[in-house]
Each structure stands twice: as structure tokens, then as C-alpha cells.
């Protein structure tokens, strides 16, 4: 069965500080997608990005970076320079293809804390 | 803002009431989930609907249904409410349902009480 483990389940930082949100992931599909989202604390759940199994290219946004590891199974997030404004909660996600439909399988999250 | 629209944005409810959430996709958009997000089970996908029709089921309980009406918006129907139900619930839409990505709406907060 498809798995997404996020082990940290709470990181605090101090503003400026690097901080690195790890996920590993379980499937048996040679094609599929992984995503990484942003709860805020108003609740509601942001997307940020979106990969394919086929592209392992890092992918850098402004002070976010990602890096994805097929020989691991792993698609790790980085923050660079941290704000406050980054405190949430943030979930990283697999697609599953079953039944004719793509859905998601979200780890458990991870609290980032960010203190000025 | 994502585009998905939800209300209410909170229900508070007595065990064994009947409510009705409402989700409307970003322009555009044919398919809708619906995912809930609680303290024990995490973010959970519970239904999918596509141009109306049902596509997938994930885990939802009996007393949950679910549809998706011409215009496109979507209801979630939860009956027979229990303690355990409160969530936070999400809509979500994506294009055609297929390997795109989904949109969250900013979710209802349901407590039971």
C-alpha cells in the first residue's frame, strides 16, 4: 500500500536559521506524484508543489527548495533563511492511482516553528 | 485563494443531527474531493466526484454521502452525527480528476458536541 511518512513531527527553529522537513514515501506505481502543502494556522491547506516521478530535478522557489531522491523514495523541503511567516504545518503527499481516480495519501505533517 | 469556495466555515451540532457542507470548484473544474482532517486519523480522502458522477470512495462512513449537482458545486452530507465526526473538512478540485493538481478550499470546522 501507498505511504507517506513525515518522522518529524515538530521542528522549531530560530528566525534565519535552515530548516530541512523530511518525507519518505512507499508505492509500487512507476508513474506518480508527489506534493508537499502549507497549513497555515487560519487552517487552510496551500499547495506548493507538485512533482512527477519521471522529473528527480531539484526545484528551487524563491527561499524554498526541494529535492527529490527516487534511489531513497524521498522528497525532502528545505527552507532557507526562515521567517516567522513560515510557522505551519506542512504535509507532504503521494498520489495513488486506484479506480479510475487519482487521490492523495498524506503523511502526518510536520509542525515547523519558527521563533523570532 | 485557491478559487475553491466552502461553507460554512464553522457548524457546531448535537450528536445525532444532520448536516450539509457545501463546496464549489475553481472555475473550470469537473472533479471534486472531499477530504477530513482530524486529530486521530490525519488528512483522510473520503469521495471523489467527476462531472457529477461518483468516481471514487475512500474512507467514508455509511452516514456520509455525498454529490455533485450540474453546476458543478458539491455537498457533503453527514448524518447521525457522533462526537468523533468533529473535522475539519476539505473540498479540494482539480480539472479532470485525474493526475493534476488538487486545489483545497479553506475547509469547515465541525464540532459535535
Known sequence: AQKVTQAQTEISVVEKEDVTLDCVYETRDTTYYLFWYKQPPSGELVFLIRRNSFDEQNEISGRYSWNFQKSTSSFNFTITASQVVDSAVYF?????????????????????LVRP | ???????????????????????????????????QQSLDQGLQFLIQYYNGEERAKGNILERFSAQQFPDLHSELNLSSLELGDSALYF???????????????????????
Not at chain 1, 92 to 112: H, P, Q
Not at chain 2, 93 to 109: A, C, D
Request: charged share 15%; proline share 4%; with cysteine.
Open chain 2, 91 to 113: 473540498c479540494a478540485s482539480s480539472v479532470s480528476g485525474l493526475e493534476e493538481t488538487q486545489y483545497f478550499g479553506p475547509g469547515t470546522r465541525l464540532l459535535v458536541l
Open chain 2, 1 to 35: 485563494d485557491s478559487g475553491v469556495t466552502q461553507t460554512p466555515k464553522h457548524l457546531i451540532t448535537a450528536t445525532g443531527q444532520r448536516v450539509t457542507l457545501r463546496c464549489s470548484p475553481r472555475s473550470g473544474d469537473l472533479s471534486v474531493y472531499w477530504y
Open chain 1, 92 to 112: 507532504c503527499a503521494l498520489s495513488e492511482w486506484a479506480d479510475s481516480s487519482y487521490k492523495l495519501i498524506f503523511g502526518s505533517g510536520t509542525r515547523l
